[in-house]
């Protein structure tokens, strides 16, 4: 991979980095369970993400940037400590869990541009963020050397990745926002209605 991978996405990464969630991130100002409703949808579109790309060999030689099992830890631990249970599925991460199972679940290349935009965010500022978060943070915690990981997973790449990763960049941004804007300060999770979907998604991706 060369430069011109990232410049292609770089305003769409700058963009990510200004939403008003992750900024809240970076304040410190995100409460423990605002988190847990970023953490539990985290799960679910990374759950199916992976899933997929597992079954055509993207991780091949990559076990260990897998995440979704850290995440489902990091839920678990903040479940124990204050209580929360039924998380809320947003329309957004909804979108991305459809989006990948009915509209790229065969496209290794596409995959992989989804794959470069998370998992390679988690092995950068994701190790920033690892201090900042509520409970132990092990969705930005990996076993083996940060820097190896990061080549293995430029080694897969190419410059034809762009157009992908920035649909995969937008998503994320619409996610983010709607968490911001319709989730966060809600009392009473049950409004959302969306409670059994989140439940039977995990399940399937588990």
Do not use: W
Request: charged share 30%.
């Amino acid at each position: 991979m060369t430069n011109i991978l990232r410049n292609i996405t770089l305003d769409n990464h700058k963009r990510a980095e200004r939403t008003a969630f992750l900024k809240r991130i970076l304040k410190k100002t995100i409460t423990p369970y605002e988190y847990y409703l970023y953490l539990t949808n985290m799960f679910l579109m990374y759950s199916i993400l992976e899933d997929r790309a597992s079954s055509l060999g993207v991780f091949n030689e990559l076990e260990e940037l897998k995440r979704s099992s850290n995440l489902r830890e990091d839920i678990e631990e903040l479940e124990h400590i204050y209580g929360f249970e039924t998380p809320v599925v947003t329309d957004a991460a909804h979108k991305y869990y459809e989006y990948i199972l009915n509209d790229i679940s065969e496209d290794y290349q596409k995959l992989l541009a989804h794959i470069y935009v998370r998992h390679m965010g988690d092995l950068s500022g994701g190790q920033v963020i690892k201090k900042l978060v509520p409970g132990s943070g092990k969705h930005y915690s990996f076993d083996g050397d940060i820097n190896l990981l990061k080549g293995k997973v430029r080694e897969k790449l190419s410059d034809d990745l762009g157009e992908e990763a920035n649909k995969c960049f937008d998503m994320i941004v619409e996610f983010l926002d709607e968490l911001e804007q319709n989730v966060i300060g809600m009392e009473n999770i049950d409004d959302m209605g969306k409670t059994d979907d989140f439940a039977e998604k995990s399940a399937k991706s588990a």
